[in-house]
């Protein structure tokens, strides 16, 4: 990999450009990680790891690894197919409604954390009760700030959230963001697939900016901060 902003260095260890991301004053630092296409789909065929190759796994793999944990949509959780992780894995579902028999739950490496509400099926909420570590964040809908302060109680500081794009567009709308790591593959994908982002439109603000820029095997490896930030 090689760093073209904010300075050229070739070769650079992504483990020390993506070290620096700075704590929040009264929440967990959130960091959101995703991948789109030239024209901005996120996906190929409904999955992102037809976008991926070697570089963008090897970051991945990384991203992981500074995490404490990582938050994801129960959606993203099924389509993608998660499986067994070191990393600690919230999983956000309003319903609860989820795959206890996959190889996430009865191999789980760490013990899942599943973020739900008070109103969710009680039947749910049991089935998560005897397989995962379960948050009540908010009665009928996910309150992120609640989710991230008991995220924030059991210890966790760094937070790596994975989407799908509803969850990255409630944690923008909230104010939820720190950082935003965007891998742009070398595809065109053209389709009906999703931005990063999808839900009601944000209110302008002061933007982003770039805090560095890498390349390998022809994809870019962007990072932006809030403005303020």
């Known amino acids: 990999m090689r760093q073209l902003l904010p300075f050229p260095c070739d070769p650079v260890d992504p483990a020390a450009v993506y070290g620096d991301l700075p704590p929040a004053e009264a929440r967990p630092t959130v960091r959101l990680n995703m991948i789109a296409s030239i024209d901005g789909a996120t996906t190929v065929a409904g999955l992102s790891g037809g976008l991926g190759g070697p570089a963008d796994q090897a970051l991945f793999a990384v991203l992981r690894s500074q995490a404490d944990v990582v938050l994801v949509a129960a959606g993203t959780v099924r389509a993608e197919h998660y499986g067994p992780s070191a990393v600690p894995v919230a999983v956000l579902s309003r319903s609860g409604r989820l795959d206890w028999d996959a190889p996430f739950f009865t191999a789980a490496i760490t013990p899942p954390i599943v973020v739900t509400v008070a ?18 964040a908010g009665e009928r809908d996910v309150d992120l700030a609640v989710a991230l302060g008991a995220l924030a109680e059991r210890g ?27 891998t742009v593959s070398p595809l065109l994908a053209g389709g009906e697939a999703k931005r990063i982002l999808a839900g009601p439109a944000l209110p302008s603000g002061p933007g982003w900016r770039v805090r560095s820029l890498c390349e390998q095997d022809g994809f870019l490896f962007l990072r ?5 930030a």
């Open 119 to 136: 109103a969710a099926p009680a039947l749910e909420r049991k089935q998560a009760a005897g397989r995962a570590d379960v948050i009540i």
């Open 156 to 182: 966790y500081a760094r937070v790596l959230a994975e989407g799908g794009p509803s969850l990255n567009g409630q944690l923008a709308a909230a104010g939820l963001l720190d950082e935003l790591c965007l």
């Open 224 to 228: 932006y901060r809030p403005q303020q």
